[in-house]
């Protein structure tokens, strides 16, 4: 599942310096055929009433298989199968989901657009995710979350839970062991975390290191909504991961 040789791809961080400069047009086809060699095509935010960008093998919303026109609402439940992954996007949050993985998204209450979430339930699996909602909150079988302003990448499983705060606030909490609490202030995947179901009291949250994801991905999922990282500055190429644990 790891993301890391692809992160230290020169190509890939050329495109990323081209995603934040805005010079990624059809007025330039080289850099057109850069994209599209890396993604498919070049990214750009997706047209109003898409939400799917990719889907590489399978995926279903809601038990039934996704094609590129299969829309997804803030109510709907994501699931892949082996080897495969989904980008998409719902409202103004944008989201790789990994193979064998399934989601559930939850609507905002009493909200008219059927694209505000108000959180997220990883059953089991991966997911890279990037929001600017001010109150989102996060689920698994091992912990809460509740993030602010944030990308984040998050793996579950019924034992543990791998979380990183790629940018933005986060508050995290055991399930299991609500003496276990933390809260990240993270600019740049400062302080990623493993979430245990079985721990001693006060000790199921333990410090993480970067793992299965990159500064390239975050950069894509954050053009389909029409933003770039906060980390993405014009003329500034830089490689990921940049912490060392």
Not at 99 to 111: I, V
Not at 133 to 145: E, H, K, M, Q, Y
Not at 189 to 214: E, K, T, V
Request: with cysteine.
């Amino acid at each position: 599942m790891s993301r890391l040789g692809d992160a230290d791809d020169p190509r890939r961080r050329v495109l990323v310096q081209a995603l934040a400069m805005g010079l990624l047009s059809a007025a330039a086809p080289a850099r057109q055929a850069l994209g599209d060699e890396l993604f498919g095509r070049t990214p750009s935010k997706l047209p109003e009433g898409q939400s799917i960008y990719k889907i590489s093998g399978s995926a279903t919303v809601n038990g039934t298989a996704a094609t590129l026109q299969t829309p997804i609402k803030a109510t709907d439940t994501v699931a892949t199968g082996p080897d495969s992954e989904i980008i998409f996007v719902v409202g103004g949050n944008s989201m790789i989901l990994r193979s064998n993985s399934r989601l559930e998204l939850a609507a905002q209450k009493d909200a008219k657009d059927s694209f505000l979430i108000s959180g997220l339930r990883l059953l089991q699996g991966a997911i890279l995710s990037v929001s600017r909602s001010n109150g989102l909150s996060l689920r698994t079988p091992t912990a809460t979350i509740g993030i602010r302003g944030t990308g984040v990448y998050m793996e579950a499983d019924p034992e543990q839970t791998y979380f990183c705060t790629c940018y933005g606030i986060s508050d995290t909490t055991a399930i299991s062991d609500p003496e276990s609490k933390e809260t990240v202030v993270a600019t740049h995947h400062d302080h990623p975390l493993y979430i245990l179901a079985n721990a001693p009291a006060g000790q199921s949250i333990r410090r993480a290191p970067f793992i299965n994801h990159s500064d390239q991905e975050l950069a894509l999922i954050e053009t389909l909504v029409g933003r770039t990282p906060p980390w993405v500055f014009p003329g500034s190429l830089y490689s990921a991961p940049r912490r060392d644990y």
